[in-house]
Nanobody
């Protein structure tokens, strides 16, 4: 069992930065892929980024590539999402999720555990 808790959301102006954290409990967390998804009001939850258990492989949605960076510190059981050059369209609730086995990064149904989400609001 893995429990995930996101933090670091908030209100920021366009062009600003935020760093989200996803802290996990569960001694096998380091064996999981961890992804970030986001959901804007009235929209489907969409994939943003994912990192492999080792941290050596990452994959990003085109909408965030070059602006967001995902990383992990397995010693701290934490995955981070550094978000730079934020835009108003990045406004959403951000969720982290863990998958033990993953072949398609953005496949929501493949993720086994989800956090409760953290709100990110980018003002213009």
């Amino acid at each position: 069992q893995v429990q995930l808790v996101e933090s670091g959301g908030g209100l920021v102006q366009a062009g600003g930065s935020l760093r989200l954290s996803c802290a996990a409990s569960g001694r096998t967390y380091s064996s999981y892929f961890v992804g970030w998804f986001r959901q804007a009001p009235g929209k489907e939850r969409e994939f943003a980024a994912v990192i492999s258990w080792s941290g050596r492989s990452t994959y990003y949605a085109d909408s965030v590539k070059g602006r967001f960076t995902i990383s992990r510190d397995n010693a701290k059981n934490t995955v981070y999402l550094q978000m730079n050059s934020l835009k108003p369209e990045d406004t959403a609730v951000y969720y982290c999720a863990a998958a033990y086995s993953l072949t398609v990064p953005g496949a929501r149904e493949k993720y086994d555990y989800w956090g409760q989400g953290t709100q990110v609001t980018v003002s213009s």
